[in-house]
């Protein structure tokens, strides 16, 4: 064979190799790649960023991407499935098209920090190897619809800063393997229904949720750690159940309408591990809860701006762990106790705005100044130190 018979024979060899791999990427997931950029509007895809990329005249999957589909597209180790969708946060307008569900594949999808719009389609719940759901900042609206509560091998789901509305599904604890939850600042309303058995992260503040917290919404979930539910409007008071939890370690519950806390010594294997609490500016009434300076890891509590009256528990001095306390705004009374003021406790916070005597201005955990007589007077009933019966 001559020399120039060879590299005729090489080039057709390579030529048929080209054409073969062009096309390696399944047809269905090509299609679905197509509608997903036909749905964003032209106008917000700017020349530098991924979705530019995505020309298809070459083949989404095949390897490697010097000039299109350089990025938002990951492929399965055969380039023939389409696993991950992480688009930039270049300001895509658009919507999500339905017919994402063709990519049944797809592990990840991330549209974080963009402008898509309207709702989160229901064939959504196709994807049955998807894991992690990503929407968090863009205004996407309606009611998260029930399909999503299909998708078994979800892990995390994250459509918080959005403009959701509507309930929560009643089937959420169909998400079996969900550990993380964020569905913050939406316009969500009603009450909790029953949480993914496997939570580690819940995180629902600021939103229009409403009424008390139910034992059997958080029923099984031994495993949650962080509870993040300020700026609602959940009510009634907080049960002894709820610290008890067994790994629950941080709670934010501020800016809500709480007219009570009941708060039990955690025992064997029950709420050991809380280490912050955040219950300012609620409603609750009655005397500071004693039985917090039993956790034996609680470094930071705030039960701020609320309506708690009687003297600061001394048992608040003895916890070792306490380095941040938060009871300003209340009408406790009476002296604080003293291991609180020296300054060898460590402790930072404010005692500030209250009915305490004997709290002087020299000491920065007594700022701001306490309340006058004449309003603590009217509290209660006569002198700082007489509730009113």
Avoid at 25 to 33: K, Q
Avoid at 166 to 172: E, K, Q
Avoid at 264 to 291: H, M, Q
Avoid at 360 to 389: D, E, M, V
Wanted: charged share 15%; glycine share 8%.
């Amino acid at each position: 064979m001559s020399h120039l018979n060879f590299l005729l024979l090489l080039l057709q060899f390579s030529l048929f190799f080209i054409n073969h791999v062009q096309a390696l990427t399944s047809p269905s997931d090509i299609s679905a790649l197509k509608a997903f950029k036909a749905s964003i509007k032209p106008s917000s895809i700017r020349s530098w960023s991924c979705l530019a990329s995505w020309d298809f005249t070459s083949d989404p999957c095949t390897l490697p991407h010097r000039i299109h589909f350089t990025c938002g597209v990951t492929c399965s180790p055969d380039s023939t499935r389409v696993t991950q969708i992480t688009l930039d946060p270049a300001g895509y307008s658009g919507t999500l098209t339905p017919q994402i569900s063709q990519l049944t594949h797809l592990s990840t999808l991330d549209l974080s920090e963009n402008s898509f719009f309207g709702p989160i389609p229901s064939s959504i719940s196709s994807l049955s190897y998807l894991q992690i759901l990503t929407l968090r900042t863009n205004s996407f609206s309606g009611s998260l619809t029930p399909s999503i509560t299909k998708l078994k091998s979800l892990e995390s789901l994250d459509i918080s800063h959005n403009s959701l509305t509507g309930f929560l599904p009643n089937s959420m604890a169909s998400l079996s393997n969900l550990r993380r939850l964020d569905l913050s600042f939406n316009k969500i309303t009603g009450s909790l229904p029953r949480l993914p058995p496997k939570l580690l992260e819940l995180a629902l503040k600021s939103n229009s949720l409403s009424g008390p917290l139910s034992k059997s919404s958080f029923n099984g979930l031994s495993q949650l750690e962080v509870v993040e539910l300020s700026q609602n409007s959940f009510s009634g008071t907080l049960q002894s159940w709820f610290f008890l939890i067994p790994s629950l370690q941080q709670v934010d519950l501020a800016n809500n309408s709480l007219t009570g806390v009941d708060i039990a010594k955690p025992g064997s294997g029950k709420g050991g591990e809380l280490v912050a609490v955040d219950l300012s500016f609620n409603r609750i009434e009655g005397y500071a809860p004693a039985n917090f300076a039993a956790f034996p890891r609680l470094s930071s509590l705030s039960v701020r701006y609320n309506r708690l009256r009687g003297k600061i528990p001394v048992e608040y001095g003895k916890n070792k762990s306490l380095k941040r306390l938060y009871l300003d705004g209340n009408f406790l009374n009476g002296q604080p106790p003293p291991a609180l003021l020296t300054g060898s406790s460590g402790i930072s916070g404010s005692l500030g705005n209250n009915c305490l005597q004997g709290c002087p201005s020299s000491a920065k955990l007594c700022l701001p100044s306490q309340k006058s007589n004449a309003i603590c007077k009217q509290t209660y009933g006569g002198g700082r130190g007489r509730p009113r019966s």
